[in-house]
């Protein structure tokens, strides 16, 4: 079983910067593939960003494509999300999510394990 804490939502106004965390529990982090995931209110959730177990390799939806980074340390269990040059678009409630497995596919089924969320408020 493996229990996701995220961390580092909050109000910014646009243009700016916030950096996610997501604070893994249990020995096998570093082998599984880690996502992040957003929904709106009204809206599906809809991918984000994913990494592969080693940090070797990432991918990105297009709408945050250049701004948004993700990342992990497995020394630490934790993956990251920084996100710059903010838009009110960006507005929603954050998840990560784990994969038991190496590698990620980016449709939220795919992803075994949640965590709660933290929320991202972009103001204009």
């Known amino acids: 079983q493996v229990q996701l804490v995220e961390s580092g939502g909050g109000l910014v106004q646009a243009g700016g910067s916030l950096r996610l965390s997501c604070a893994a529990s249990g020995r096998t982090f570093g082998s599984y593939a880690m996502g992040w995931f957003r929904q709106a209110p009204g809206k599906e959730r809809e991918f984000v960003a994913a990494?592969?177990?080693?940090?070797?390799?990432?991918s990105y939806a297009d709408s945050v494509k250049g701004r948004f980074t993700i990342s992990r340390d497995n020394a630490k269990n934790t993956m990251y999300l920084q996100m710059n040059s903010l838009k009110p678009e960006d507005t929603a409630r954050y998840y990560c999510?784990?994969?038991?497995?190496?590698?990620?596919?980016?449709?939220?089924?795919?992803?075994?394990?949640w965590g709660q969320g933290t929320q991202v408020t972009v103001s204009s």
């Open positions: 990494i592969s177990w080693s940090g070797g390799s990432t």
């Open positions: 999510a784990s994969r038991r497995s190496t590698y990620y596919y980016t449709a939220p089924e795919t992803f075994n394990y």
